[in-house]
């Protein structure tokens, strides 16, 4: 069983060394956190979201962030979401990310859930998709150039007007 909890600094470590390689790295940030590989200062940047680590009986399992991309509590957005690669495959991302829609809509009361994934990274947009995020269709994909190539991002949605 896992739960989650409000992230700590000292969980930095654990966290950062699941990524072994930039380009894991990258679908895991965007570049935002700063430039593979980031230093623990440079991830504190994630304290001044809403930062959550999912933990079971014997260690770190996982993380994520929400955040408010408008002035309202409405949507919450998840970001920077990520499971001990070892757990992965194992149901701990849907379990976590589960978890996390009940803080989104019974503890903060949203309407909405949103999260970005790229293209690229099929295992976690089908666990996205397994906890019923569903893909929204813009009017223009979202872009980034990472490592030399175009990276596509597609939007998912959870929550009120979703179809």
Do not use: H
Not at 36 to 43: A, G, L, R, V
Not at 132 to 138: A, T
């Amino acid at each position: 069983m896992i739960r989650i909890r409000p992230y700590k600094a000292s969980d930095a470590d654990t966290i950062l060394s699941w990524c072994k390689d930039e380009k894991e790295f990258y679908q895991w940030t965007a570049g935002i956190l700063g430039n593979y590989p980031i230093t623990q200062n440079e991830f504190r940047f994630v304290e001044s979201l809403f930062p959550f680590t999912a933990f079971d009986e014997k260690e770190i399992v996982g993380f994520f962030t929400l955040r408010c991309p408008k002035e309202s509590l409405d949507e919450l957005r998840f970001g920077f979401v990520i499971v001990n690669p070892q757990k992965r495959g194992k149901g701990y991302g849907k379990a976590m990310l589960s978890l996390g829609l009940k803080f989104v809509f019974e503890i903060y009361g949203a309407k909405k859930a949103s999260l970005g994934v790229f293209e690229n990274n099929l295992p976690a947009y089908y666990c996205y998709k397994s906890v019923g995020f569903k893909d929204v269709i813009l009017e223009t994909t979202e872009k980034y150039y990472v490592l030399g190539e175009e990276w596509n991002c597609r939007e998912l949605a959870f929550g009120e007007n979703i179809d």
